[in-house]
């Protein structure tokens, strides 16, 4: 299977951007699919997940009430929604796919596949 980021781009803080995250080679069903972002010099950081078979959602404290995972099954790609952007938003975002227990989808070293990443910027 094959993970395709798209959606990034530059907005202003306050402003919104809809990421996208398609799978190619299989479908999600069976999978939870994580975002995580990266900015220079961080590590990389857990913003959200959703268990395909199931709908199950999690989000980081720093993005919950402003982000929102959706999806698209006919197409088979998961949507993060980014609303109130702030400049600390700012990173590469990734999309990943695991099969591990709910409880350790926050750790990027669980996760089997990636996606190429696609930027986000948030001007101040």
């Known amino acids: 299977v094959q993970l395709q980021a798209s959606g990034g781009g530059l907005v202003q803080a306050g402003g919104s951007l809809r990421l996208s995250c398609a799978a190619s080679?299989?479908?999600?069903?069976?999978?939870?699919v994580g975002w995580f972002r990266q900015a220079p010099g961080k590590e990389r950081e857990f913003v959200s997940a959703f268990r395909w078979s199931g709908g199950t959602t999690r989000y980081a404290d720093s993005v919950k009430g402003r982000f929102t995972i959706s999806r698209d099954i006919a197409k088979n790609t998961l949507y993060l929604q980014m609303n109130s952007l702030k400049p600390e938003d700012t990173a590469v975002y990734y999309c990943g796919l695991t099969r591990i227990v709910w409880s350790e989808i926050a750790n990027p070293q669980r996760y089997d596949v990636w996606g190429q990443g696609t930027l986000v910027t948030v001007s101040s």
């Open positions: 080679g299989r479908t999600f069903s069976g999978y939870i």
